[in-house]
């Protein structure tokens, strides 16, 4: 199963406009992201938290020499591979044997973390574990060695390595080991990697042992706990699904048991994602006959490891539907729950199939799932993966094979259906490819998805970049919406938006467009429009309007559903990750005492302030004045009354 680092970041809400040839950067036929010169295989994607995504994959190109070698690259959101970076990859490690990257992990500061397992050192040593880190020019970062800084080298072998960032510029790995299997069986291990790449103080060598009891441990899941620290779950052989949370300094933290606590009784293949509130989801699967998959289900753990409240203790069902299904990936839904998407054999033949789970455990979606693919008789559909659109809907891609292997993509709405724009069964990727495979998405940050995959006939990989409500790839977008009972204001992005001369209209359902206004620049790259004539509870649909090569264009249109009434509403750091100057957006219902506070990832408040003085609406506050808070995992909490609401936030310069 691919393993894939979750990024603790907001999407905001996007829209795909039918850009000017000049600023659509994205090739109909996908981006190469190595050249004719690759030889790649299984990539592992996160985005790079500038609209575009560093993609890692194992590379054969010099099989004959060095085996198997560690490549990254990283595409711009117009398209393009990012300047420093060189057109082939950036090789991260090519020494003699096997090296294969297994988890990518962004670290907070603009660069990527890789880790890998690496034969370099055959014999006793057996199979090792190895980290890098990349800053977002293509460089080193400062103290790493220049073929990674070792994990753990522990005698034995060790395995499925995932890292997470520790907030600080670090790394957490945590993974399978092997290093005692005559004597306990698999084992699960972790290690803690300081900014400069040296183990962190108080952490052995070659990894702390997270449990080596008598029998197997292992597939371990991790993500970053938001307070410097790691939390994760694995397989075990006493009977279920097992999790720990370790601090920074490799100490458990205070509600888990030593060898970790039960989770899941008897439920395996788990998965993990962050639930947006400090807490975590973990899915699990029953096995029914031939060891094929049988059920799914979600459950919600708060950060102690307590089952959160209303969730029933066995979880919720989220897939029972007779038959067989496997290949479940999750991913959050940025409303606070999540979605999921796996292949189906209820009909027969393998299917694509997706749900959303809402953070009180219901499920608004078909039970049993949304079928997502429109299978022709006796393909085959697999390999799929899920992100969250930044709406409450997702994105998924997946691979079928009829006579030859391709990609599809498709994008579901909040409400479960297929999106305004986009074909049912799925979207092909780029019509020109003969064998298409392996795909994987990473958000690009405005709404949309950037889609990379594997393409034989080219000996390459390749990207797209899909938009909300649209299956064009182009570079302009819809970059926000934000909707009060009296207003909507919309924001467009692109290289070079900001000339663009663009008319905004709306209309109502059944109603004909009518001109607002134009769109007013807002730097370099925005466009911005304030359209303060919408009555509280309607329903308007937007789109630009603009001119190219003599004829009239149109983007395609988007709607929003105007609130009826204020409401408490944290929306946390905006952007975020926040480059720059730290900005918080709220909402307030009245102007009743309120208090916003910003605190640490050591608990310490490093900001507080009155903010109901403000009175109702939503608002954008800059926190810091003339300075900028340090980079680093903050906490940002809106209190009223007796109702509390937070959200995480990173900083990074």
């Known amino acids: ?66 085996h198997a070698d560690v490549y990254l690259q990283r595409i711009t959101a117009a398209g393009r591979i990012a300047p420093g970076w060189p057109s082939g990859g ?41 980290a890098q880190r990349i ?24 395995s499925v390595p995932v890292i997470v960032a520790d907030g600080a510029g670090g790394a957490l790995v945590v993974w399978d080991d092997y290093r005692d299997y005559l004597l306990t069986d698999f084992d699960v291990y972790a290690q803690h990697l300081t900014a400069s790449g040296a183990v962190a103080a108080g952490w052995p060598r070659d990894g702390l042992p997270v449990c080596v009891l008598e029998g197997a441990q292992g597939l371990p899941r991790a993500l970053p706990d938001g307070a410097g620290g790691v939390i994760m779950v694995w397989i075990d052989e006493r ?64 950060l102690d490891g307590v089952r959160a409240a209303g969730w029933p203790a066995g979880g919720v069902l989220v897939c029972g539907a007779p038959d067989y299904r496997t290949g479940l990936e999750i991913a959050p839904d940025d409303r606070g729950g999540l979605v999921l998407a796996w292949y189906d054999y209820r009909l027969g033949a393998s299917e694509i199939y997706a749900a959303r789970v809402l953070p009180d455990g219901a499920r608004p979606w078909t039970v049993d799932g949304v079928r997502v693919s429109s299978t022709q008789p006796w393909s085959n559909e697999s390999d799929v993966d899920i992100i969250g659109d930044g ?23 909040a409400h479960g259906e297929v999106a305004p724009g986009w074909p049912a069964g799925g979207l092909k990727v780029t019509p020109n490819s003969i064998i298409q495979f392996d795909p994987v998405l990473a958000p690009d940050g405005a709404g949309g998805a950037i889609v990379v995959w594997e393409q034989r006939d080219a000996l390459d990989l390749l990207a797209q970049r899909f938009q909300l409500d649209g299956p064009v790839a182009v570079q302009l977008a819809l970059a926000s919406v934000e909707a009060e009972p009296d207003r909507v204001v919309l924001a467009w992005y692109g290289p070079g938006a900001g000339a663009l001369a663009a008319r905004v209209e709306r209309r109502i359902e059944s109603g004909e467009w009518s001109s607002l206004g134009p769109a007013q620049p807002d730097g370099a790259d925005r466009l911005r429009y304030a359209d303060r004539t919408v009555s509280a509870g309607g329903r308007y649909g937007y789109r630009l309007a603009y001119v190219e090569d003599g004829s009239a264009r149109f983007t395609a249109e988007t709607w929003v559903e105007v609130p009826r009434a204020l409401e408490l509403a944290l929306e946390g750091f905006r952007p975020n990750p926040v480059v720059g100057p730290a900005t918080v957006a709220f909402t307030l219902p009245d102007g009743n005492a309120a208090r916003l506070e910003v ?15 403000l009175g109702a609406g939503r608002h954008v506050l800059r926190l810091d004045g003339s300075g900028r808070l340090a980079p680093g995992v903050y906490l940002v909490r809106l209190i009223r009354g007796g109702r509390v609401s937070s959200a995480r936030g990173v900083v990074m310069r």
């Not at 790649?40 to 609209?51: A, H, L, Y």
């Not at 509600?255 to 947006?276: I, V």
Request: aromatic residues 8%; negative net charge.
């Open 1 to 66: 199963m691919r393993l894939r680092s979750i990024l603790l970041t907001s999407l905001v809400l996007g829209s795909v406009l039918s850009a000017p040839a000049a600023l659509a950067q994205w090739s109909a036929g996908g981006v190469s992201i190595c050249g004719a010169a690759c030889q790649p295989d299984i990539p592992i994607t996160i985005p790079d938290g500038q609209g575009g995504v560093f993609v890692g994959w194992r590379d054969l190109r010099t099989y004959s020499v060095t």
């Open 90 to 130: 950036l090789p991260v490690c090519d020494l003699l044997e096997d090296q294969e990257p297994t988890s990518l992990a962004a670290d907070g500061q603009g660069g990527v973390f890789v880790v890998w397992i690496d034969l370099r050192e055959q014999g006793p040593n057996g199979v090792d574990l190895y």
């Open 135 to 158: 800053r977002g020019d293509g460089t080193l970062a400062p103290g790493w060695p220049l073929d990674g800084a070792p994990v753990t080298r522990a005698p034995g072998q060790q």
């Open 239 to 302: 009977g279920g699904l097992y999790g720990q949370r370790l601090h920074g300094d490799g100490t458990v933290a205070a509600g888990w048991d030593a060898n970790g606590s039960l989770l899941a009784p008897g439920r395996s293949k788990p998965e993990m994602a962050a639930d947006g509130a400090g807490g975590f989801y973990l899915s699990d699967v029953t096995l029914g006959q031939y060891g094929l998959d049988q059920e799914f289900f979600l459950h919600r753990f708060t």
């Open 391 to 413: 709406a409450g809907g997702g994105y998924i891609t997946w691979e079928r094979e009829i006579t030859s292997k391709e990609v599809l993509v498709q994008h579901l709405t």
């Open 599 to 613: 605190s640490d990832i050591t608990g310490r408040r490093v900001l507080a302030r009155e903010v109901g003085s």
